[in-house]
């Protein structure tokens, strides 16, 4: 170790410019890597995944996709149990199954389950399930054609809408993007640096947060790379950030504090880092 301080520190300026340009390059791949990042959460071997699969091979909807909601509004003072009506549903939704391509899993008529029903019997819900799109959602069209074809077997005044996960989603995306998790970091990374401050009281306080920077950004540069190789979640840009800043103040404390201790113990600001810890002789 004494060896390899003695190295850095006599090329100071080689050092800074080498990690500028790693610091460079990382922050140029953090643009990238969130798009490159899988949003599957697949669990090959467990049993919930594996009878999703096979629910949807079996069936070719279904298993780890998201149903449709349909939800229908009966007109007047008509409910679900009222002369008529329960058949006209039948009707519909029997137009729905008509469909190859979707499969009407449950509403109230086939699985006598009073919990697709709301309102005292005039709003009823079931559950579609259409092809399945990937964890990244289905076709917004294939809910358009379930709400259409409903809204002509069903009575006039019948208010019909489709919701499901994959509907909320797609709303969701339409909405300004979020921060990200960059600024978010660098909102974590403020409030550290008052706490840093406090306990360095000098500007010192600042070098957990470079280190935290070069890090967290070196990290995403090698991420990048990862991905054109293997497939890798999305929930690794905020185990990045999350411990990257984390770990850079955790040694970054550990570091300074040996380095002020050597100094109050009477050596140079050059000597001080090359002190080993323990001494010779001494004990941990």
Do not use: C
């Amino acid at each position: 170790m004494p060896r390899l301080t003695h190295f850095l520190l006599r090329h100071k300026l080689a050092v800074v410019a080498a990690w500028l340009v790693v610091l460079a390059a990382g922050a140029a791949a953090a643009g990238v890597v969130p798009g490159r990042l899988s949003q599957e959460f697949a669990f090959p071997g467990q049993e919930g995944y594996e009878a999703n699969v096979a629910i949807l091979e079996a069936y070719g909807t279904g298993g780890p996709g998201n149903p449709l909601v349909p939800v229908v509004t009966l007109p007047g003072d008509a409910t679900v149990d009222s002369p008529g009506t329960r058949d006209a549903l039948d009707r519909a939704f029997a137009g729905v199954a008509a469909d190859p391509r979707l499969r009407v899993l449950a509403w109230p008529a086939t699985t006598g389950d009073r919990r697709l029903v709301a309102d005292g019997g005039r709003v009823v819900y079931a559950l579609v399930w259409g092809p399945y799109q990937g964890q990244e959602g289905g076709d917004p069209a294939v809910g358009q054609r379930v709400a259409d074809g409903l809204r002509r077997a069903l009575p006039a005044g019948t208010g019909v809408q489709v919701t499901g996960i994959d509907q909320l989603r797609a709303t969701a995306a339409e909405e300004p993007a979020d921060t990200g998790v960059l600024v978010e970091t660098l909102v974590g990374a403020v409030g550290a640096l008052f706490v840093l401050a406090f306990v360095f009281g000098s500007f010192l306080a600042l070098v957990p947060l470079l280190i935290a920077a070069v890090g967290i950004l070196t990290t995403f540069l090698a991420v990048l790379g990862l991905t054109g190789l293997v497939e890798v979640s999305f929930i690794v840009q905020y185990l990045v950030a999350l411990i990257g800043l984390g770990v850079a103040v955790d040694y970054s404390l550990l570091v300074v504090t040996r380095w002020r201790e050597e100094l109050a113990n009477g050596h140079d600001r050059e000597e001080a880092v090359h002190r080993p810890w323990p001494p010779p002789g001494g004990r941990w």
